[in-house]
DNA sequence: GAGTGGTCTAGACCACTGT
DNA sequence: CAGTGGTCTAGACCACTCC
């Protein structure tokens, strides 16, 4: 039992990691600069290569530097991220009403992202399952009921990457009563789900967002074309009717590094 | 140019994670069950311990395992996550009319987290600053001029970590007519910051909050004391008032494995 | 004390990037 | 082609946990 316990020095690769990220917040390695080669930070380190590795390898998780792979890691520049507004749920509800050829002209699907969809591949894809614990519970009604399932997806075909994607589920019990619904090929649907509630005489009260994060598996960091360190957004979205019956719910990802949410909630005046 | 091009099989580690992770999903491996060491693993799979290693370290990465250090590495179950509701702008706003005691009462700061308050150290940091371009732009004053900063911190007192943290930021010139508002000694303030600007004649119209993610440093890792793969969420949030000014702007950050947010959009009834 | 993962090394080979 | 980072190995030493 030391009097004056001396405190460990940290792991090399933390120092090196530590360093590197100081002289990033101080300015002098901007965004888009080329850091010290492995080999570099090895010599003036001295230490092995493979802790140099590490240390990079860190400041990557992290999300702070990127590139690599034949030529020197250099320092990430913040991505320009896209803002997700909660007003288009009442965008969405206005153009309900609205005549086809204006839903058809505001080609915003409830995924629509800032990017020209003409550009994208869009698939949707629909089947009926039956509602688990979960989703008898979200919807109220009893697991084993008919569920439609369908999944929205957009891809830019020039890289292969996903670019958007969500699951949506809705009671088969609800729409029955209009067979086009659970047609995927009539996807887009002009007007968007709430457009969809509306022929089967279902109107939106509120619409409910939850919102965490989680890390991206392998396959996820392959499929959207991601750089390490980028957290996934996740969002599960529950439309509430008038009745106030949850009618839909759906769950959607997005990359944080190009994402922002904004929720702007109205307070009541005094007066 | 191979008319077959034979695909390179993918890395000995990334084989390891995924099939394990695979295991994991099936619920072969259940929450709170060990791993393979890494010995076993090397052996099974025929390859150093290093690349065991590795396999390990990405699963932690991605949230799924945690443990280690001594004992096996075992599969992590999902934490409860606190609810952050945007309702509670309105409850603040509504308690802003209510007598001091009943504020004092509910005390429920801007900051709390479903966690007895009474247990954490709370501490609350003031200071004056010269805004920079950023924070002149988002209240719309002149660069250089006065802003009050206010750093809201809880920690635990047993494990010394962080609990929850805000910096929170007000033009000096709204609220210089008030000399106990620049007073640090009285927080915990009764009511929280919507009250302090109501002893000031500003009353709030809306909020606006912006979500997204980032990955912690190794400093935020020990700070929180955060496990491996957990994003942070970073919360930019705007009070606006009747006047359509910003009249405050606080930045705060929450450990994505223990939170969600809930953000409930009301919609107009089309009767 | 036996077993675990974490750090670190030195060196080999590969795939990729620039010129 | 020279230089880069990525993969992989084998082995040493440490701090930790559990029995």
Not at 111 to 128: K, Q, S
Not at 158 to 186: C, F, K, M, Q
Not at 202 to 228: F, H, K, N, S
Request: hydrophobic share 35%; net charge negative.
């Amino acid at each position: 039992m030391d009097p004056q316990p001396t405190t460990v020095p940290p792991p090399v690769h933390i120092q090196i990691a530590d360093d590197l990220r100081l002289r990033i917040a101080r300015g002098e390695l901007a965004p888009g600069d080329e850091l010290p080669t492995l080999r570099q930070l090895a010599t003036t380190w001295g230490c092995s290569i493979g802790s140099a590795r590490a240390a990079i390898a860190l400041l990557k998780q992290q999300g702070l530097i990127t590139g690599g792979r034949g030529r020197a890691p250099h320092v990430r520049a913040p991505m320009r991220r896209v803002v997700r507004d909660n007003s288009r749920h009442q965008q969405e509800k206005d153009l309900v009403l609205r005549p086809e050829e204006e839903r058809r002209r505001t080609g915003t699907t409830e995924m629509d992202m800032g990017v020209p969809i003409d550009e994208l591949h869009f698939r949707a894809t629909y089947d009926r399952i039956e509602a688990d614990a979960d989703l008898a519970d979200v919807f109220g009604i009893d697991p084993g009921s008919e569920v439609l399932r369908r999944i929205y997806e957009t891809s830019d075909p020039a890289t292969g990457h996903r670019h958007l994607w969500s699951v949506s589920y809705i009671p088969v019990a609800l729409i029955s009563s209009n067979a086009t619904l659970l047609d995927e090929t009539r996807e887009p649907w002009p007007g968007g789900t709430q457009h969809q509630l509306y022929t089967v005489g279902i109107e939106i009260d509120r619409m409910v967002d939850e919102v965490t994060a989680t890390m991206p598996t392998t396959a996820d960091v392959q499929l959207w074309g991601l750089e390490q360190g980028v957290p996934l957004l996740r969002v599960r979205h529950l439309s509430i009717d008038i009745h106030d019956r949850v009618v839909e719910m759906s769950e959607s990802i997005y990359p944080a590094d190009r994402t922002t949410f904004r929720f702007t909630t109205p307070l009541t005046r005094w007066s």
